[in-house]
C-alpha cells in the first residue's frame, strides 16, 4: 500500500529552527509537495522536490532523498504566523497526490 | 481574481438528502479534482478530472459522482447522504495534472450529515 508518514504535532519557539521530517513508501515518485494548511483553511503550496537536494525559498527549505523515501521541511527565523499544519503529499505513478495526515506546528514566544 | 471558489462554505443536510457541491475555477486549468479532508487523515482523493469531458475515480469515490460540462465547473454530488460523509471538502485544479504541476485549493465546504 501506499504510506505517508509525518509527525502529528510538534512545538517550537518563536525566532528558532524547526525541521519537519516526512518518510513515504508510493507506487511510483514523481515528486514531493509541501503545503501549508492554517486552522480552517485551503492548504497552499510551499514547496516542490523531485531531485535529491535542498531546495532554499527565503526562510523555508526542503530536502529529499529518494533512495531513502525521506523529505524534509526546514523552517528558519520562526513567527507565530508559522503555527499551522504541514502537509507532505507525493505524487505517485498515477499522477494522483498522496498526502500525509499533516504536522501541526505551535509556536511558542 | 477569485481563484477557486467553492458553495456553499457550510451545510447541515440530514441523512438520505441529496446534496451538490459547486466548484468553479478561473484559471483555465485543465485538471481539476475533489479532496475529503477528515481528522487525522490525509487528504484523500474522491474524484478527479484531467480535462473537460473527462472524469476519473479517486481512492474514495463511493457514494460521489461528479460532472466535468466545461473547463471551469466540477460539482460534486452525494446521491443519498450518509453521516460517514460528514467531512471537509476541498476542490483543487491544476494546470495539467502532470508531475510538478501545483494544485490550488478552494477554501472549502464544511459538511454535516446528520
Known amino acids: 500500500g501506499q504510506n505517508i508518514d509525518q509527525p502529528t504535532e510538534m512545538t517550537a519557539t518563536e525566532g528558532a529552527i524547526v525541521q519537519i521530517n516526512c518518510t513515504y513508501q508510493?507506487?511510483?515518485?514523481?515528486?514531493l509537495f509541501w503545503y501549508q494548511q492554517h486552522a480552517g483553511e485551503a492548504p497552499t503550496f510551499l514547496s516542490y522536490?523531485?531531485l535529491d537536494g535542498l531546495e532554499e525559498k527565503g526562510r523555508f527549505s526542503s530536502f529529499l532523498s529518494r533512495s531513502k523515501g525521506y523529505s524534509y521541511l526546514l523552517l528558519k527565523e520562526l513567527q507565530m504566523k508559522d503555527s499551522a499544519s504541514y502537509l507532505c503529499?507525493?505524487?505517485?505513478?498515477?499522477?494522483?497526490?498522496?498526502w500525509g495526515a499533516g504536522t501541526k506546528l505551535i509556536i511558542k514566544p | 481574481i477569485a481563484g477557486i471558489t467553492q458553495a456553499p462554505t457550510s451545510q447541515i443536510l440530514a441523512a438520505g438528502r441529496r446534496m451538490t457541491l459547486r466548484c468553479t475555477q478561473d484559471m483555465r486549468h485543465n485538471a481539476m479534482y475533489w479532496y475529503r479532508q477528515d481528522l487525522g487523515l490525509g487528504l484523500r482523493l474522491i474524484h478527479y478530472s484531467n480535462t473537460a469531458g473527462t472524469t476519473g475515480k479517486g481512492e474514495v469515490p463511493d457514494g460521489y459522482s461528479v460532472s466535468r460540462a466545461n473547463t471551469d465547473d466540477f460539482p460534486l454530488t452525494l446521491a443519498s447522504a450518509v453521516p460517514s460523509q460528514t467531512s471537509v471538502y476541498f476542490c483543487?485544479?491544476?494546470?495539467?495534472?502532470?508531475?510538478?504541476?501545483?494544485?490550488?485549493f478552494g477554501a472549502g465546504t464544511r459538511l454535516s450529515v446528520l
Open positions: 503529499a507525493v505524487m505517485d505513478s498515477n499522477y494522483q497526490l498522496i
Open positions: 483543487a485544479s491544476s494546470d495539467s495534472g502532470t508531475p510538478g504541476d501545483i494544485q490550488y
Open positions: 508510493t507506487s511510483g515518485f514523481n515528486g
Open positions: 522536490n523531485v
